[in-house]
């Protein structure tokens, strides 16, 4: 089991968005990554975390985002609590 590092939902919210858009069809002007949230993980290796997911667009946003999970899941989870924010 690798070490992630901890993140603020927020923070984590922020990275991936940024992701997205630099690599988002600039056609597609609807979809948009959602705030993740903390959930019980299913194996050791999963995350901690999910996000709602949009429905599927003919830009192909929906596989991007999945897309991002999965490399986003690999490498944080959410710490507990809000941080003070």
Same mark, same amino acid.
């Given at each position: 089991?690798? *070490?992630? /590092?901890?993140?603020?939902?927020?923070?984590? +919210?922020?990275?991936? &968005?940024? %992701?997205?858009?630099?690599?988002?069809?600039? *056609?597609? /002007?609807?979809?948009?990554?959602?705030?993740? +949230?903390?959930?019980? &993980?299913? %194996?050791?290796?999963?995350?901690?975390?999910?996000?709602?997911?949009?429905?599927?667009?003919?830009?192909?946003?929906?596989?991007?985002?999945? %897309?991002?999970?999965?490399?986003?899941?690999?490498?944080?989870?959410?710490?507990?609590?809000?941080?003070?924010?």
């Amino acid at each position: 089991m690798t *070490e992630k /590092t901890q993140i603020h939902a927020a923070d984590l +919210y922020v990275l991936m &968005q940024r %992701e997205f858009r630099r690599r988002q069809t600039p *056609e597609c /002007t609807a979809c948009y990554v959602q705030l993740p +949230y903390r959930v019980d &993980q299913s %194996e050791p290796d999963a995350p901690n975390w999910e996000i709602s997911i949009p429905p599927a667009c003919s830009h192909g946003c929906q596989s991007l985002i999945e %897309e991002l999970v999965t490399q986003f899941g690999a490498l944080y989870d959410l710490r507990e609590g809000n941080g003070g924010r």
